[in-house]
């Protein structure tokens, strides 16, 4: 069975500074992988996926991950946050196969914006 | 606009009572999902259906019951065996087919106990 796991339960950056969101998987096989946004009492909002082929994706406002092999990473990225980034982030992992099984999804980062 | 629609936004349950949560999809989808989340534990997979009238347990489904008799709908029913059932749910969909398709999340339904 897949696993998802996010290190880090909150993190504080400051407003225009770069963000890194950890995210590590374990899976038999590359898996497909997912970060998702949540507002508070809100629904999660797909910010990009993984599936094959190009390991850097780039995804809605301004974010990128990386998928790393090697490491079993997919970590989040984005150059300069906004105030409006501030949110709980969930890394997901889907399983190959075929079928539309629910999503393994990491326990969340809250990320905070100091202005 | 296609989308997911979850009512209640805000529930509540007496002691040994059964509470249904409504799922509406219009995105045209085979396969529906409800997810449980408390604070701190991510989303736990409860129900999954990849067609009408079939669906499988996920993780957490004791206490819990699904029906899928709509391409459309896909109701969560909380029973009163589910002993913790404060929490919010929500529920997704996406579509099938060779390819994975990623899922799509409705606003979700905060459940609580009187």
């Not at chain 1, 950890?22 to 797909?46: D, E, H, I, M």
Request: glycine share 10%; aromatic share 12%.
């Amino acid at each position: 069975a897949q696993s998802v796991t996010q290190p880090d339960i909150h993190i504080t950056v400051s407003e225009g500074a770069s963000l890194e969101l950890r995210c590590n998987y374990s899976y038999g096989a590359t898996p497909y992988l997912f970060w998702y946004v949540q507002s508070p009492g809100q629904g999660l909002q797909l910010l990009l996926k993984y599936f094959s082929g190009d390991t850097l994706v780039q995804g809605i406002k301004g974010f990128e991950a990386e998928f790393k092999r090697s490491q079993s990473s997919f970590n989040l990225r984005k150059p300069s946050v906004h105030w409006s980034d501030a949110a709980e982030y969930f890394c997901a992992v889907g399983a190959r196969g075929g079928g539309a099984d629910g999503l393994t999804f990491g326990k969340g980062t809250h990320l905070i914006i100091q202005p | 606009d296609g989308g997911i629609t979850q009512s209640p936004k805000y529930l509540f349950r007496k002691e040994g009572q059964n509470v249904t949560l409504s799922c509406e999809q219009n995105l045209n989808h085979d396969a529906m999902y409800w997810y449980r989340q408390d604070p701190g534990q991510g989303l736990r997979l409860i129900y999954y259906s990849q067609i009408v009238n079939d669906f499988q347990k996920g993780d957490i489904a004791e206490g819990y019951s699904v029906s899928r008799e709509k391409k459309e709908s896909f109701p969560l029913t909380v029973t009163s065996a589910q002993k913790n059932p404060t929490a919010f749910y929500l529920c997704a969909s996406s579509g099938s087919g060779r390819l994975y398709q990623p899922q799509h999340f409705g606003d979700g339904t905060r459940l609580s106990i009187l």
